[in-house]
Nanobody
């Protein structure tokens, strides 16, 4: 069993910043890629940013230059720093991790419960 717990969402004005974090725990042998997705009302879930175990990153075009994904492998934690936020960034943000679990080294696609980010004046 793997658990992902997100924190850091909230309400912010346009142009402001928020930082999200997601900590993984449980029967973890290794975490491969970690990512942040979001789902806005009426929209499908979309990839926001992704980071590999070697810290290679990729971003959705809509957030490039504004968002930064990072990870602390020792803490099994991934972060998302969001700057210059826009109303269209409003969504529920979900953490995702590709986890190799113990004891059988089974690979599991794990998801957090989501955290609301609202950008509004």
């Amino acid at each position: 069993q793997v658990y992902l717990v997100e924190s850091g969402g909230g309400l912010v004005q346009p142009g402001g910043s928020l930082s999200l974090s997601c900590a993984a725990s449980g029967r973890i042998f290794k975490i491969n890629a970690m990512a942040w997705y979001r789902r806005a009302p009426g929209n499908q879930r979309e990839l926001v940013a992704r980071i590999t175990s070697g810290s290679t990153t990729n971003y959705a075009d809509s957030v490039k230059g504004r968002f930064t994904i990072s990870r602390d492998n020792a803490k099994n934690t991934v972060y998302l720093q969001m700057n210059s936020l826009k109303p269209e960034d409003t969504a529920v943000y979900y953490c995702n991790a590709d986890v190799v679990t113990l004891p059988n080294l089974r690979r599991v696609d794990s998801w957090g419960q989501g955290t609301q980010v609202t950008v509004s004046s």
